[in-house]
């Protein structure tokens, strides 16, 4: 005997449907809740750890701020420092610079005044090999003019009494022209007269002449001779014209 297939086909009961769709709510719901409170957990400890940075990155910028206050501070002191020291150095610098020159002047000042107290010592106390008339010093200085120049004889007479002199002095210049020797006589270039300078003093005289040597001329010493009134000694001196030349 075959078995039977019962098919019920009542309704079914509604209330279960609600039932089954109630507890498929609350599940979400219990599901939703659990997500919310763990996102509010995680997100709140997240959110003390962000507020805690925060205000450690603010008072590490208020830290750094008053650092680079207090380092513009300093670097404008140290500024000003540096710019009173460059300021002091410079002040410095030129004091020192002021005292060398004053002191090159007093040295070449006080050497003048050696050189005057030996010239002036030599006339009033005069040895024995140094008395008389004779040529103390010659200069001789190039002027802007090409090959023209200009000389200081100094005659001195040392003596032991009250005496004056007087004659005439004689300035030549020794050279070739090209290659044959020449005698020049300064009394003759300057006015055409070979006979000299007059001089006549009691202590010295400076006798000063500007010439032009001729074109050509190469000049190798200058001699200087001086013949005094009523004396018999002629004297005369010779100088290497490049030595006066550079003085």
């Not at 609350?26 to 763990?38: E, F, P, R, S």
């Not at 513009?72 to 020159?101: G, K, P, Y």
């Not at 190469?218 to 550079?246: H, K, T």
Request: overall charge negative; aromatic content about 8%.
């Amino acid at each position: 005997m075959a078995p039977r297939i019962v098919i019920d086909e009542r309704e079914p009961r509604p209330w279960l449907r609600w039932a089954v769709a109630a507890a498929v709510v609350v599940v979400v719901a219990l599901l939703l809740w659990g997500g919310y409170g763990l996102a509010l957990s995680v997100a709140g400890g997240d959110w003390a750890k962000m507020r805690a940075r925060a205000q450690d990155l603010a008072s590490e910028r208020s830290a750094l701020q008053e650092q680079a206050a207090q380092l513009e501070r300093e670097n404008q002191r140290l500024r000003e420092q540096l710019t009173f020291t460059e300021r002091s150095a410079e002040i410095d610098q030129m004091a020192c610079a002021t005292v060398r020159a004053s002191l090159k002047e007093l040295e070449t000042e006080l050497a003048e005044l050696r050189e005057q107290v030996v010239f002036y010592r030599d006339i009033v106390q005069p040895d024995e090999t140094r008395a008389g008339l004779r040529v103390h010093a010659v200069s001789l200085r190039a002027l802007s003019e090409e090959r023209h120049f200009t000389t200081v004889v100094t005659l001195v007479q040392s003596v032991r009494g009250n005496r004056s002199v007087s004659g005439r002095a004689t300035i030549v210049i020794d050279g070739l022209q090209g290659d044959a020797p020449l005698r020049l006589d300064l009394g003759q270039l300057k006015s055409g007269d070979a006979g000299g300078f007059d001089f006549s003093f009691k202590f010295f005289q400076e006798i000063a002449v500007d010439f032009a040597l001729p074109e050509g001329f190469i000049p190798s010493r200058m001699v200087i001779s001086a013949d005094p009134q009523g004396a018999n000694n002629r004297i005369e001196r010779q100088f290497d014209w490049d030595e006066i030349l550079r003085g």
